[in-house]
């Protein structure tokens, strides 16, 4: 099995400091949050960033500071956030593009928020697609639902994705079953990586399924506050240690952010 890609999406555009008081916001505190994680184990940091009111924000000033500040003190894989936050525009979302970051996510369908609808058309996924490739960009599918899968074969097709892809699945609530994620798994096109973000309560569980089917693992306060029922996660750096402490006793080795870019064919730095 190849090793274990810990991925920390340490803040989301949708998690707030009431959810959880030690969110990371800050270009400063997000640098900080990002390196602890990767102290503990992470090689990859999904990263969405925040204005001075602590709202989302796809400014490009602002990734382009916050990924200096981490890119100071680790070499973690940065990861930007394409998905931006509920009611952004295309062109809004793929500001951060522009930095020429080593990732970037790309989510291939739309989906129901709450009240809130995360709005990828066709028109605006092939957008963001162009603008990945455009600048050299390795992308990370997010997957919510089967249909997802086909809509990146639709993109392998038109030369806008090319393989081997390397999806995460996001799963919460009833789906987030070994059978499930073993249907979504078997869906994929061969040679393809993937990796789960569970949500909530799913985080732990999920993490634990796919350490052991040689999946990766993402983690953190945008997927899910808590570290036990009722009992709040002191930070995303937490998650993390616990997913490569049970990676460890498992027996299935955590990639360093060098073993990280051979197993997505990201170029060495
Ligand atoms: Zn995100």
């Known amino acids: 099995m190849e090793k274990l890609i810990i991925t920390a999406a340490v803040v989301g555009a949708e998690t707030m400091r009431a959810d959880n008081p030690n969110l990371p916001l800050t270009p400063e505190e997000l640098a900080q949050a990002t390196y602890d994680c990767w102290r503990a184990g992470a090689s990859v940091v999904h990263l969405h960033?925040?204005?001075?009111?602590?709202?989302?924000?796809?400014?490009?000033?602002?990734?382009?500071?916050?990924?200096?500040?981490?890119?100071?003190?680790?070499?973690?894989?940065?990861?930007?956030?394409?998905?931006?936050?509920?009611?952004?525009?295309?062109?809004?979302?793929?500001?951060?593009?522009?930095?020429?970051?080593?990732?970037?996510?790309?989510?291939?369908?739309?989906?129901?928020?709450?009240?809130?609808?995360?709005?990828?058309s066709w028109p605006y996924i092939t957008h963001i697609a162009k603008a990945i490739k455009e600048n050299g960009v390795k992308p990370e599918l997010g997957i919510f639902e089967p249909s997802m899968i086909e809509t990146a074969r639709q993109l392998v097709k038109q030369g806008l994705l090319s393989p081997p892809l390397h999806c995460t699945f996001a799963l919460g609530g009833n789906l987030a079953t070994a059978r499930y994620l073993a249907h979504l798994v078997d869906s994929l096109p061969a040679g393809s990586h993937w990796g789960v973000a569970g949500l909530g309560r799913a985080e732990l569980q999920l993490a634990a399924l796919a350490i052991v089917m040689g999946g990766h693992v993402r983690v953190g306060f945008e997927d899910n506050v808590y570290y036990s029922r009722g009992v709040l996660a002191e930070s995303n750096a937490q998650l993390v240690e616990r997913v490569a402490r049970l990676a460890q006793e498992l027996q299935r080795e955590v990639a360093t952010p060098a073993e990280a870019r051979q197993i997505l064919g990201i170029p060495a730095r």
Do not use: W
Not at 91 to 110: D, I, K, N
């Open 49 to 120: 960033v925040r204005d001075a009111d602590g709202q989302p924000t796809q400014n490009p000033k602002i990734f382009a500071q916050t990924m200096q500040l981490i890119q100071e003190r680790c070499d973690i894989i940065i990861q930007v956030s394409t998905g931006g936050a509920i009611g952004m525009s295309v062109e809004e979302r793929v500001q951060p593009l522009q930095l020429h970051p080593e990732m970037a996510s790309l989510t291939t369908g739309t989906v129901n928020f709450g009240n809130d609808v995360f709005y990828n």
